[in-house]
């Protein structure tokens, strides 16, 4: 088996994609049945990649194609082999790492099938009050659906001219019904972000009166991460909860790992309501990404740079956008969403659904540089 | 990037842990930042690998090591790169090939983060009606304590003296206030199965009164699938459910794939109560592993003869056993579980947990042939 390994001899300074490009070519060959890999069928895979580029290019939803880490590449591909195993023991080595991480106990932490699956559970729980949720419009609404089904009220507060978070338009709408305060942060779909000191001021004074729940689904991609997340709220003893999850920063959305921080005694009441389970290669590879200290602040990097020039093109064709934290910008088009949407469709671009009411604005994913080509030529002419 | 590849030359008739244990040093070499596979890396490896001998036979989870199938590795090896990518494609395509598998319409087909899903999502759903749900004790409790949760009582009713569903005392257990009738076939913990026929002819009678669960996770496992299974009565409109699994004989537990087959307003009830969603990776290992024809009756061939084994030395120990037909023995071991479960982990082989009320009885499962010769000599000195 002389020939039938990897040279590595490049492999730390060689860019992931480049080296799975050339592994994966290598896999590609073996499911074809190739003896070798023949010099056709390295052009066959260069077809097959070539004809992939007339696929749209999707920057619809929120996924990270800079992740996921190298090392959660490794991780999975170390434990392809043993994915036979159910994941409890790694799935526990996980929550302890993660309790390190958030200086919280492990009574803290709630495991989910993605950050989707705590909204879930927790939604479900706190709707079976009935009463009222306080959210904003436009705003994420999974858990705010949760809380609906079960009999629960929506208030929506609009969004202030920045559209940020008006904490205190939300303030004024909690009262002895409210069960929830939810707060997105960065929301989506706009990307903009609270003030820290604000919003921490509003977490202790309102979950006084009924629990509230920040979602920092996308906070890693902010600027100052530790100075914006919440969970010391948690270590402190208030009534908030915190989600997080492995899909956004950590480009891990396929392999649905998240979880939330919350009082222990609301992890079991809460866990009583998960149907999921997590799955072994989407615990080693969110174990591997927090053990990734380069992976974090490169690929804010890289996000960021996304932003930037993706708001040039925007400013350039004199649009109106919101300050984006997160990986995707809110910018509005002066057209329907589902005219916008087409008309990009049309340049192989896919935009997110539609965010009402603000039905002439869209959201675009940040993808890679390649990707951005295309959506900044589309627009271009789309907005013209 | 000449020596970055993979030779493949001998690849199809290489044994699939002889090939992924040489690819597996390989990433090895990757992690620990060698230059190249020196001959110093494969001793390390070989010495680790050697080390995890001594960690201990793991024959407590019905996981099954002969998969997952090589088509299924290749399938999540090649995704590993798209794992940012939500699933939702593959997923819909992975359900309308289950469905044409099944012979059954797509809305017949509920995707569940393993069967283990469905049994929590159906039991919720069932349960909000109270009432009450007979089973077999012993029996695989999850989805009637679902039920359980949700306030349903549950009717027990004892095995016959094969360790065998007593089907007659089933029928005779329901009345007007039964929800449910949860058949799990081949049972776990006994292994053992129904005639096909009169678990058909009961099924079609029962299910005028109330639905019937067939949980049929360790059924691929047993010879004549085709004769066994009840699917058929669910695309004959009968009020049968059927749950499967890709954790068992496809090898996949970690991964968390799963389906029930029913009718589609129970389908569109049922889902109601789901918070996971699939991986992946999980979710290409499964659409690869249907599309594997060799795979199943492989390892079925494996399995059975690790049943076969096991059995001999169980019988030569002068023991009962119940008549298998899962990937497990379930037999009598004269002791407590508790004690036979210490001296087995004293020889370095996990057995499953205690099945009240045959607390004198044991659950293994069939590993490698390699694994099986460490139990077998445990056996031979635990039982003698």
Redesign the interface.
Known sequence: ?E??????????VLDR?S??K??????????V?????SSSALAQHEADRSARRTEPV?LS?N??????SQ?A??A????????????GVETAALKKLIAEKEGVAEENIIMG??S??IL??YG?YLGKDKGEVVTVSPGYMQMVRAME?MGTKVISVPLNDKLEHDLDAMAAKVTANTKCVYICNPNNPTGTIVNPEKLKAFAIEVSKKCPVFIDEAYLQCADNFEANTMVGLVRDGHNVAVARTF?KLY??????VGYGVMKPELVKAVQ???????????VV?ATASLEDAAYAPETVAKIKAGRNALIDVVKGMGKKYAEPHGNFVFFQTGMPISMFADKMRAENVLVARPFPPMLDWARITIGTPEDMAVCHAALKKVLA
Chains 1, 2 share one sequence.
């Open positions: 088996m020939s039938n390994r990897l040279s590595t001899a490049s492999f730390p994609r080296w799975l050339s592994t994966g070519m290598a896999f590609a060959g073996l499911t049945g190739t003896q070798f890999l999707r939803g996924e990270n194609p800079f992740g996921p090392m590449t490794m999975m591909m170390q434990n392809l082999e043993r994915s036979f195993r159910y994941a099938v993605g989707g699956e879930e559970i479900l089904r899909s480009g891990l959305a396929g392999q649905r009583e309501y998960s149907t999921g389970s997590l799955n072994l290669l989407g590879a």
